[in-house]
């Protein structure tokens, strides 16, 4: 077995064991840090696939900004978890089922018939000099061009339709018009007094 060969399953492991505590620890914090270590192992199997830009942004936005956002919020919620893991049995059989159906779709669609050295090539080994930062922006940018906008419309709509919601007038709330406030002047909030000084006995 080649040492590229042996980082893989090492990975694949590692990664394989952090999904399973995700879904099977009881403390929420737990599973946030498993899941980023889930999300380390896979920035590591896609350096092995020579994908360093997909890697390193796995790294930079799940783990750097996704997952501290989650462990913020599971820290500040203090969410009592046992009240939800009360009908945990009663939804064991529809659990299970779906399970199944997943493991029998994978099982269908990974294995030697679609995968492997002889259906799918390793990656070439490229120069040092090499930038899939570089490729990876010269195809979106040419050939998906069309697509990637459509994509950033798509989010532009959602961020615009997020804030129309959340920014929706209601009852009883206090709102400041900012253009009151920078037409405020000194003498509106600021008031001098003159008083003569006084001296202790």
Known sequence: MSFEKFVFWVFALILVFAAFRVITVRNPVHAALHLVLAFFTSAGLWMLMEAEFLAITLVLVYVGAV???????????DINVSPLKEGFISYLPVGATVAGLIIFEMAMLV???YFGLDKVAAPIARPADYSNTREL?????????????????????????????TMRRREGTKHQDPAKQVLVKRNDRLKIIKMDAEKGE
């Open 111 to 113: 294995g030697d018939r």
């Open 67 to 77: 997952m501290v956002l989650f462990l913020f919020v599971v820290m500040m919620l």
């Open 137 to 165: 922006g010269s195809v979106l940018y040419t050939q998906y061009v069309y697509p990637f906008e459509i994509a950033a419309v798509i989010l532009l709509v959602a961020i615009i339709a997020a804030i129309a919601l």
